[in-house]
């Protein structure tokens, strides 16, 4: 296999499977030349608590895409979630000495916007420019060049623990790859299913993966809120498996084929036959007990996420609806049902700008790791992910290259 490059891979290291993607950049289009998925059991709600099952799975789904790539994988941009990650809004604000902005002065403003009080085992993972102002004219993308005496910056600062950044970057080493770049899962997902024009108009993107669902919100073209749920599609199939009194794999099978989350949708006559735990005689349901126990765990999700909108004051500002993504939200109603929570248009996310292999771009199941290669695109730097014996992730946040790679 030959070693390329010009090809960037985006690895999504979710709670129920590792998903490694290649892309390779063309003039109007990014092609997918490869993917690998392996099964997970090593994470639980986004976190690592087994590495060597972790590591088996980032291995087998790297091996995977290097065979239907044609090529060899050394360095990856991966992905992280979990309750852990914080986001928030900062402000930073300097007086200027020359008579024009100069690319110092945006440095100095923006390090006065980072500069908040951080608990001993938080670290930055991503510093999001949301707008400058100059003398109090909002708005400005780029101050540089620009007149005046008094700089602010807004931003969106999302944080992470460190030991659980740590081990995921550890576990990527010890499948011998080196870790490029580490951004918020939902993030990525937003890089692959929205477009531009959404961002400025407003719209948020919910990302259900299996342990916890991700939220990012738009509005002006940069992210004005971030936060991650700790509840996701594996909640719903642990209702399906107590219901039912069916092992956990059997409830998630029978959710993937005949699940859905609006019973008034689904014929009250249609029976299926259930297994039952620990051997018993299986069982006859009708398929509507599914869609009763399905509907209250989604309905749950999205109350969830409405209300981080809410709070964020953000609800009146998303023109454009709400965005679905992962893989969870292909149960059938699950768009409909969001649509009455949210109260504003809904759609399923399916990756934009991207060519190749059909089964990553049918659906939201790979949105992340597209994103994770766009974003990893878009970045200049390409510094370890980790510092022997340092902070994690010495490069998110602290330099400036980064404001403008982030910067919508």
């Known amino acids: 296999m030959s070693r390329r490059q010009d ?40 976190v690592v608590v087994d590495m060597e099952s ?28 979990g309750g852990h990650v914080k986001g928030f809004n900062s402000h930073g604000v300097v007086a200027l000495k020359g008579a024009d902005i100069e690319s110092a002065d945006v440095e100095r403003v923006s ?38 005496v008094r700089l602010e910056s807004r931003v969106h600062i999302v944080t992470t623990s460190i030991a659980p950044a740590q081990n995921a970057i550890k576990c990527c080493q010890r499948a011998g790859l080196h870790v490029a770049d580490l951004s918020l899962g939902a993030l990525a997902s937003a890089e692959a299913v929205v477009t531009a024009e959404e961002r400025e108009l407003g719209v948020a993107v919910l990302d259900v993966g299996a342990g916890t669902a991700g939220l990012v919100a738009f509005e002006g073209g940069a992210v004005k809120h971030t936060a991650v749920l700790a509840v996701g599609g594996n909640h719903v199939s642990s209702d399906l498996s107590a219901g039912l009194r069916t092992p956990f794999r059997e409830a998630e099978q029978i959710k993937l084929r005949h699940g859905a989350a609006i019973a008034t949708a689904v014929d009250g006559d249609e029976m299926l036959e259930v297994a039952m735990v620990g051997g018993r005689e299986s069982r006859s349901f009708p398929r509507r007990i599914l869609a009763e126990i399905i509907g209250p765990r989604f309905q749950e999700i999205f109350t969830l996420a409405h209300r981080q909108l809410e709070r964020a004051g953000l609800e009146q500002s998303l023109a454009c609806g709400v965005v679905l993504t992962g893989g969870s939200v292909l149960t ?3 768009s409909d049902l969001a649509e009455r929570v949210f109260g504003m ?6 990756p934009v700008g991207f060519v190749g292999v059909e089964e990553v771009l049918s659906g939201p199941g790979y949105a ?34 980064d404001w403008f790679r982030d910067f919508v």
């Open 7 to 46: 090809l960037f891979v985006g690895l999504d290291i979710g709670t129920a499977k590792v998903a490694a993607v290649v892309i390779e950049p063309g003039l109007d289009s990014l092609a997918v030349l490869g993917l690998g998925v392996s099964a997970c059991e090593g994470l639980r709600k986004g």
């Open 54 to 81: 972790t590591v088996h799975a980032i291995s087998s789904a790297v091996r995977e895409a290097e065979l239907s790539a044609g090529c060899e994988i050394h360095t990856v941009h991966a992905s992280i979630g």
């Open 111 to 148: 390090e006065a916007a980072r500069a908040v009080p951080l608990p001993q085992d938080q670290d930055i993972l991503h510093v999001l420019t949301q707008e400058f102002v100059v003398d109090g004219q909002d708005g400005i993308k780029d101050p540089v060049g620009m007149s005046g």
């Open 332 to 334: 059938p109603g699950a």
């Open 345 to 350: 248009p809904v759609r399923i996310g399916v």
């Open 368 to 401: 992340a790791a597209l994103g994770l290669t766009r974003r990893g695109m878009e970045s200049t730097d390409s510094l370890p992910a980790i510092a022997e014996g340092g902070h994690v992730i010495a490069r998110m946040g602290r330099r400036m290259v």
